[in-house]
């Protein structure tokens, strides 16, 4: 069983829809991150929630920080087609501050 | 330009014959790490290190060994590879281990073991 469970694995969906993203943990995380990964190539960081309860926007994108740190979400607003990708939660537990966990991934693709 | 690489890219290798996986970066970073991507189940952490000369194991590291002897590299050693160990593995490094850091990620190095 994985630290990190995201879901859904898959999801496909047309140009414009809106659409969440879940990262869920029974363990309480210091912070949490979302990385965007796409073919042959490694993840790239979206961005960093760090206090419970936080949100934060990046353009179409929502994120948010659970109020107990144990979860995450993350929302597209009329997604496109470039926000096809392998979207993947990260983060370090706040009981052994030196390791890292990355989510299970979910894999999106937005079909124009 | 501030990169992570890696070497190989791609190998095909047979069960029980040692390969080494290098991994440097050019930004002077303190934290990296070795992770192996696995379908369902996201990235897992191999082995990490907070610095020259300290190593410390992730979550799966059976059959991994790693040495930090320069800041800079961090080869991942698989002295008798098995079939279990197929995978594609990235290394990563970050300015720490502060839980705001950007891990910076490779290419990754696509390993089958036949």
């Known amino acids: 069983t994985q630290l990190l469970e995201q879901s859904p694995q898959f999801l496909s969906i047309q140009e414009g829809e809106n659409l969440t993203v879940y990262c869920n943990s029974s363990?309480?995380?210091?912070?949490l991150q979302w990385y965007r990964q796409e073919p042959g190539e490694g993840p790239v960081l979206l961005v960093t929630v760090v206090t419970g309860g936080e949100v934060k926007k990046l353009k179409r994108l929502t994120f948010q920080f659970g109020d107990a740190r144990k979860d995450s979400s993350l929302h597209i607003t009329a997604a496109q087609p470039g926000d096809t990708g392998l979207y993947l939660c990260?983060?370090?537990?706040?009981?052994?501050?030196?390791?890292?966990?990355f989510g299970t991934g979910t894999s999106l693709t937005v079909i124009p | 330009e501030a990169q992570v690489t890696q070497n190989p890219r791609y190998l095909i290798t047979v069960t029980g014959k040692k390969l080494t996986v290098t991994c440097s970066q050019n930004?002077?970073?303190?934290?990296m790490s070795w992770y192996r991507q696995d379908p369902g189940l996201g990235l897992r952490q191999i082995y990490y290190?907070?610095?020259?000369?300290?190593?410390d194991k992730g979550d799966v590291p059976e059959g991994y060994k790693v040495s930090r002897k320069e800041k800079r590299n961090f080869p991942l050693i698989l002295e008798s590879p098995s079939p279990n160990q197929t995978s594609l593995y990235f290394c990563?490094?970050?300015?720490?281990?502060?839980?705001?850091?950007?891990?910076?990620f490779g290419p990754g190095t696509r390993l089958t073991v036949l």
């Open positions: 290190s907070m610095n020259v000369e300290v190593t």
């Open positions: 363990s309480v995380f210091s912070s």
């Open positions: 990563a490094s970050s300015l720490g281990q502060g839980m705001t850091d950007t891990q910076y």
């Open positions: 930004m002077n970073h303190e934290y």
């Open positions: 990260a983060g370090v537990r706040r009981d052994t501050g030196n390791q890292f966990y």
